[in-house]
T-cell receptor, first 114, second 114 residues
Framework: RKEVEQDPGPFNVPEGATVAFNCTYSNSASQSFFWYRQDCRKEPKLLMSVYSSGNEDGRFTAQLNRASQYISLLIRDSKLSDSATYLCVVNFSNYGGSQGNLIFGKGTKLSVKP | DGGITQSPKYLFRKEGQNVTLSCEQNLNHDAMYWYRQDPGQGLRLIYYSQIVNDFQKGDIAEGYSVSREKKESFPLTVTSAQKNPTAFYLC?????????????FGPGTRLLVL
């Protein structure tokens, strides 16, 4: 069974706070991992891919732990504009059909308050 | 500008009616996808197409049909057999249907049943 699990939140934090989101996935052979951001009533947009060595993009840091089948996203110095739902996305590349099919978590809602 | 467009933004369906959602991309992407999102749920794959004149069922294809006559276009028809069609429908595309490729989303169509 292919599953991606996230804490639904909401996470309510003050501006400037550091917040971390976690995600677990069920398929140990998964090949690729992403974090998408989805604003209310909008489409998901790619925030960042997650690489084995971990990667950083400004205030955002993504990490992957293959042994524990665990992905994380850290947001430092959070801004009001960071308020959104963050989707953990995994490619279960050896599940039946094509390699390009992604499995989406239900998302974690973040609300940054002044 | 390059991107993915979906129309209409809102669509109302009467009982027993078939409706078609449009998805067009000018990114020269080979692969296109249709997802459905219900409140508080992750995206679920309806159909995908890796190349013109070819498409495969996703996880929830029942009650839906698609065509891929042109590389740029991947319309989705919601048939009367789909008993619970109210949802947010998202079209996506990627260069190839591969775990290495990022998927990019259109703005979505909200379908409501009258």
């Amino acid at each position: 069974r292919k599953e991606v699990e996230q804490d639904p939140g909401p996470f309510n934090v003050p501006e400037g706070a550091t917040v971390a989101f976690n995600c677990t996935y069920s398929n140990s052979a998964s090949q690729s991992f992403f974090w998408y951001r989805q604003d209310c009533r909008k489409e998901p947009k790619l925030l960042m891919s997650v690489y084995s060595s971990g990667n950083e993009d400004g205030r955002f840091t993504a990490q992957l732990n293959r042994a524990s089948q665990y992905i994380s996203l850290l947001i430092r110095d959070s801004k009001l504009s960071d308020s959104a739902t963050y989707l953990c996305v995994v490619n279960f590349s050896n599940y039946g059909g094509s390699q390009g099919n992604l499995i989406f978590g239900k998302g974690t809602k973040l609300s940054v308050k002044p | 500008d390059g991107g993915i467009t979906q129309s209409p933004k809102y669509l109302f369906r009467k009982e027993g009616q078939n409706v078609t959602l449009s998805c067009e991309q000018n990114l020269n992407h080979d692969a296109m996808y249709w997802y459905r999102q219900d409140p508080g749920q992750g995206l679920r794959l309806i159909y995908y197409s890796q190349i013109v004149n070819d498409f495969q069922k996703g996880d929830i294809a029942e009650g839906y049909s698609v065509s891929r006559e042109k590389k740029e276009s991947f319309p989705l028809t919601v048939t009367s057999a789909q008993k619970n069609p109210t949802a947010f429908y998202l079209c996506a595309s990627s260069m190839r249907n591969s775990y290495q490729e990022t998927q990019y989303f259109g703005p979505g169509t909200r379908l409501l049943v009258l």
